[in-house]
């Protein structure tokens, strides 16, 4: 195994938190046996791909500093039951099951075949661990057990299943990066009495649960808008946006929304690019959008942070620290 112990050192300093069930379980599972792909980037604390489709999605399992939060927030105890929804390769879904312990169980579900077989072919000897096909996110699984305690999402939805919500019990929760593609929160749905009571945790940014959702393709209105709003945010708190710019991209917003919902993305459909209702909204607002356009596509596409990097090590400490 490649510097684990130097990374969990890196990731503490950089801020995250790691107790000490979870430092044993980064320690003792290998990040190699859930995927072919190569795994050096997740020594600088970066995601590493597990599986691309056909059309070209790729999954990863999440970088360091992130497995490690979802870890911490999950306040897991030895026996309990834990649902996943998302494969993330089936490295989460070890470390979590190392945590529990043996008389604990996680049941792993993912919407792509080709990802639970993944799954299950990298935790034959895991005991406490299952792995199922979901028809849908939408859907609960036949004979699936009536009661969750723990639920813990790795891919981006909007809201969590009803299915879901619906059978936590009193004091369970779920933890899952809700909202769009474009803007997303770390959010901890717990339920007390008869309410679901969430608490958001800070942004995150994750791939889409169904693999099907990352495929590469056209970008739609909605899409643009939601990525517009998040910009248009940005250039506020940061300063960057003047009154006539903010309204002009805000009316970009309005009149994207307003386009219909059966809309082709441009390129489909047949109708010519340039004739296309969205790219038409988007050269009528070029006066206003131009200037910021070098900014907005840094935001839309931003450089995360990676706490776990070598780089965050303080100059100043013993060399030792490097070593394993």
Known sequence: MTDIAGLLRRLEKGGIPISQAIKEAMMSVDIEDFTDYDTEVFYV???????????????????????ATLLHHMELKAGEEVVILGAKGGYIAALVARILGSEGAVRVLDPSMDAVLHVRSRL?????????????VDVAPVAFPGEIHRVLITG??????????????????ILAP?????SQQLVKIERQGEELMPTELGPV??????????????????????????AIQTCEDLELIEDEERYALEDLVVNLRNLPDDLPPPGEGGLPMEQHPMIQLMWQAAPSFFRLWPMLQTMIHPNLAQPGAPDWD????????FQP
Request: charged share 30%; aromatic share 6%.
């Open 45 to 67: 604390d970066r995601p590493v791909p597990f599986m691309e489709t056909e059309q070209g999605a790729i999954k990863t399992i999440s970088a360091p500093h992130m497995v």
């Open 205 to 230: 940014a994750f791939g889409p649960v169904d693999v099907r959702n990352a495929e590469p393709g056209p970008m739609n209105a909605d899409e643009l808008a939601d990525l517009l709003e998040l």
């Open 156 to 173: 981006q939805l909007t809201a969590p299943p009803t299915w879901m919500t619906e059978r936590l019990v009193e004091g369970g929760f």
């Open 178 to 182: 809700i909202g769009t593609k474009a």
């Open 314 to 321: 303080d100059e100043e400490d013993d060399s030792s620290d």
């Open 124 to 136: 034959t000897h895991w005991p406490t661990v299952e792995a199922r096909e979901l028809e849908s």
